[in-house]
């Protein structure tokens, strides 16, 4: 009889994880493949409807600051134009918790987010949907 197969250590786990994921440099290429491909999407036009443009601006006044311009992350926090915000992965009610109770560091490494009780329940809703555009001028649907 042949022995059982050893279960594998957390260590080697992470090994064959860690081993699976793309090389760095391909992860970083990719990300700024990402962000110019955002940018150009803003500044073809193709938002311009009215509650996005004031979630434009809402965005801009208090969200730019760690999520970047046009939603596209910086050093301070992540970009929301992304996979992992997906609307089937992350429902506007999401958007709303974290912005109204803060959210703990749980997809990236920027830490905890503080809640934003500037942020009216209005400009919310035109910050969202000016977001979901933006995942949606860039293929996140």
Same mark, same amino acid.
């Given at each position: 009889?042949?022995?059982?197969? *050893?279960?594998?250590?957390?260590? +080697?786990?992470? +090994?064959?994880?860690?081993?699976?994921?793309?090389?760095?440099?391909? /992860?970083?290429?990719?990300?700024?493949?990402?962000?110019?491909?955002?940018?150009?999407? %803003?500044?073809? $036009?193709?938002?311009?409807?009215? =509650?996005? !443009?004031?979630?434009?601006?809402?965005?801009?006044?208090? %969200?730019?600051? %760690? #999520?970047?311009?046009?939603?596209?992350?910086?050093?301070?926090?992540?970009?929301?134009?992304?996979? &992992?915000?997906?609307?089937?992965? #992350?429902?506007?009610?999401?958007?709303? *918790? =974290?912005?109204? #109770? $803060? &959210?703990?560091?749980?997809?990236?490494?920027?830490? +905890?987010?503080?809640?934003?009780?500037?942020?009216?329940?209005? !400009?919310?809703?035109?910050?969202?949907?000016? &977001? /979901? !555009? *933006?995942?949606?001028?860039? $293929?996140? !649907?």
């Amino acid at each position: 009889m042949d022995a059982p197969p *050893l279960a594998l250590g957390v260590g +080697d786990r992470r +090994d064959r994880v860690r081993d699976a994921l793309p090389p760095l440099r391909a /992860r970083l290429s990719q990300r700024v493949f990402e962000r110019r491909r955002i940018a150009l999407s %803003c500044a073809s $036009g193709s938002l311009g409807r009215p =509650a996005s !443009e004031s979630g434009r601006v809402a965005f801009d006044r208090s %969200c730019s600051a %760690c #999520h970047g311009v046009h939603a596209a992350g910086s050093a301070k926090g992540p970009a929301l134009v992304h996979r &992992v915000y997906h609307p089937g992965l #992350h429902a506007d009610s999401a958007f709303d *918790l =974290a912005v109204w #109770h $803060g &959210v703990r560091a749980h997809h990236w490494s920027f830490g +905890d987010m503080p809640p934003q009780p500037e942020v009216t329940p209005t !400009e919310l809703a035109n910050i969202t949907r000016y &977001v /979901r !555009e *933006l995942q949606k001028a860039n $293929g996140i !649907e």
